[in-house]
């Protein structure tokens, strides 16, 4: 049975590429596909249908039997088959439609026969929103067979309608066949002899099935054109550009946009204003877009839109300025800076330029550094001025006021004693001290009594001046390496540090720095230092003279101390009749000393 089905199911589909072929060729060049996808009443070019078919013949076949007597045969049973048509319809209405059809017979019964047919004809509908109704007359071939004959071709005639049905749930393309009602009228010749004669069959075929649509007849929309100009404002000089949007347009055909107006180039979807000879005022520049096949003059309705787009040449502006000055009082011989601010409306680049009545100018683009040095005390007045490229220009004035600082007011009593009791001293170390890995070792008794009075009188003078600071300085002599002398000297400037802030200095208040083997005394400025040493007797001077290029290099093995309020600097005066004075001028590097100061 399968197979039975198979072989009239593919007879089925030959014969409607048969009919349809012919039809879909034309078709490739006749449908034009809308600007816009159809609607769901807009009216199909092309109805293609697929579907199941249920045909119920009536009728009766003479076979002629040997002995000059006929044999009547009746087909009254239900055939179930397929159905296939292609509709192209001419206008909205009418049109013509080729239809093809199998239902194979079942070869088990002798009253059902095996209809298979082609027809052409004319088909005429009413489209709505969503039901098409729709009537057609159709002439054809259709093959006849059954148990008893043999398959042969016969004449058809075919009338009857039906109703398809579109929903927006399904695709604009697609439609319901919910039925299709035909009456048709076979005639077939089977020929004399067994297994001939005439039959003549009146069938009823309903069928349902898939709607395929293709093309439109509603008209596309009108080509509408819009137009913007931006910016909407300009100064002669700046640009414009204006810009079209168009909408509805075939894109298989031929576009043309062209732009008319003052000033405009262009020929694309935008184009360019130049306002550099416009005068001021208000400007329209007009679009348009035409469709149509190249080479071929006139348009059709709708095929044309044009649109415009306006725009204002302003007149020049001048410029503005702000002007001010900081800060606005000044000591003599300070500074203040002078800012201007210009703004020009077209944004034209600008020129600034200063003066005043007082003191010096130093300009630099948009800002100037007045210098008071020279300027006596009181008002100095400075004019600003900006222009732009088309000389037009602005001033703005500010002003600078030259005051007498105020005197410094007397130190109380309490912080004279304290700076003048602050008697600095250098702090000195002996050959090689500290190193790296005895960071703590190097500050012999009586330097660290030196820092014990200066850390006592530092820590009070903070109390009357909290933002003092003092700065240690370290040396090194000028035996070894620079990098390792210049390591040495801040070895020494931590140690120093260190045991000032464990006698209560604030860490904040130190500051450090190491020089190394730069800034060395030199042997006239010991031997000065030595001579003006009162603490020393003639015999001890004369002895420390004699052994000057010792004491020259235990004299650079030291820390110097700078206080910041006053600037007073350390006395570097050598300790020569301190009992651990030895120790510092011994010049082997020290292995370990006794009376080293540990940090904690």
Not at 500 to 508: C, I, R
Request: with cysteine; charged share 20%; hydrophobic share 35%.
């Amino acid at each position: 049975m399968f197979s039975h089905v198979l072989k009239y199911t593919s007879r089925f589909f030959a014969l409607a590429l048969v009919a349809v072929t012919p039809v879909a060729l034309v078709a490739q060049d006749s449908i034009k596909p809308a600007a816009k996808a159809p609607t769901q009443d807009s009216a199909s070019k092309w109805d293609i249908f697929a579907g199941y078919s249920y045909l119920a013949p009536k009728g009766t076949v003479q076979i002629p039997l040997t002995n000059s007597t006929t044999q009547s045969t009746d087909y009254d049973a239900v055939d179930v088959g397929v159905i296939g048509s292609v509709a192209r319809y001419f206008s909205r209405y009418i049109g013509a439609e080729a239809v093809g059809d199998v239902h194979p017979q079942d070869e088990n019964s002798i009253q059902k026969a095996d209809f298979s047919g082609a027809s052409l004809g004319l088909i005429a509908r009413y489209p709505t929103s969503d039901m098409t109704p729709f009537v057609h007359a159709l002439v054809g071939i259709e093959s006849v067979g059954s148990y008893l004959q043999d398959e042969h071709w016969g004449v058809v005639l075919t009338a009857g309608g039906g109703l398809d049905y579109s929903t927006p749930l399904f695709d604009h393309h697609l439609a319901i066949r919910l039925f299709q009602v035909d009456f048709q009228y076979i005639h077939d010749n089977f020929g004399p002899g067994i297994g001939g004669g005439r039959a003549n069959i009146n069938a009823a075929r309903l069928s349902a099935g898939i709607v395929y649509r293709v093309g439109s007849f509603t008209p596309p929309p009108p080509v509408t054109l819009s137009c913007s100009a931006s910016p909407s404002a300009v100064f002669p000089g700046e640009p414009v550009t204006v810009t079209s949007t168009a909408e509805a347009l075939n894109p298989k055909l031929n576009i043309v946009y062209s732009w008319t107006g003052a000033g405009v180039t262009g020929s694309g979807t935008t184009a360019s204003v130049a306002t550099a000879s416009l005068t001021p005022g208000a400007y329209t520049v007009k679009g348009e877009v035409k469709e149509g096949k190249a080479g071929k003059e006139g348009l059709k309705a709708g095929e044309q839109a044009d649109c415009s787009a306006s725009f204002t040449v302003k007149a020049f502006e001048p410029p503005t300025i702000r002007c001010s000055a900081n800060p606005s009082t000044i000591n003599p011989g300070e500074t203040s800076t002078i800012t201007a601010v210009g703004v020009s409306p077209q944004n034209r680049p600008l020129t600034y330029s200063y003066s005043s009545d007082a003191g010096t100018l130093s300009v630099s683009g948009a800002t100037a550094t007045l210098t008071s040095t020279g300027g006596t005390v009181g008002a100095i007045n400075i004019t600003c001025k900006v222009s732009d490229d088309q000389g037009q220009l602005a001033t703005a004035n500010t002003g600078v006021t030259i005051t007498a600082p105020p005197a410094a007011p007397e130190p109380s009593p309490e912080v004279k004693r304290l700076e003048a009791r602050l008697a600095l001293h250098s702090v000195f170390f002996p050959t090689n001290l500290p190193r790296v890995k005895t960071p703590n070792d190097g500050l012999v008794d009586s330097q660290q009594v030196i820092l014990t009075t200066l850390a006592t009188d530092f820590k009070n003078y903070l109390g009357f001046k909290p933002d003092a600071h003092i700065t240690l300085t370290g040396h090194a002599d000028v035996r070894g390496s620079k990098e390792y002398n210049q390591a040495l000297s801040l070895r020494r400037v931590a140690l120093t540090k260190s045991f000032l802030v464990e006698k209560g200095v604030p860490e904040a208040s130190i500051e450090t720095r190491g020089l190394g083997s730069e800034e060395q005394l030199t042997a006239d400025q010991v031997k000065e230092i030595i001579e003006q040493n009162s603490d020393l007797s003639e015999a001890d001077r004369q002895k420390a003279l004699r052994n000057l290029k010792v004491i020259v290099l235990a004299q650079n093995r030291r820390v110097d101390v700078v206080l910041s309020t006053t600037g007073q600097e350390s006395v570097r005066q050598f300790p020569i009749n301190a009992a651990d004075a030895l120790t510092l001028l011994d010049q082997k590097p020290a292995t370990h000393h006794k009376k080293a100061h540990t940090a904690k």
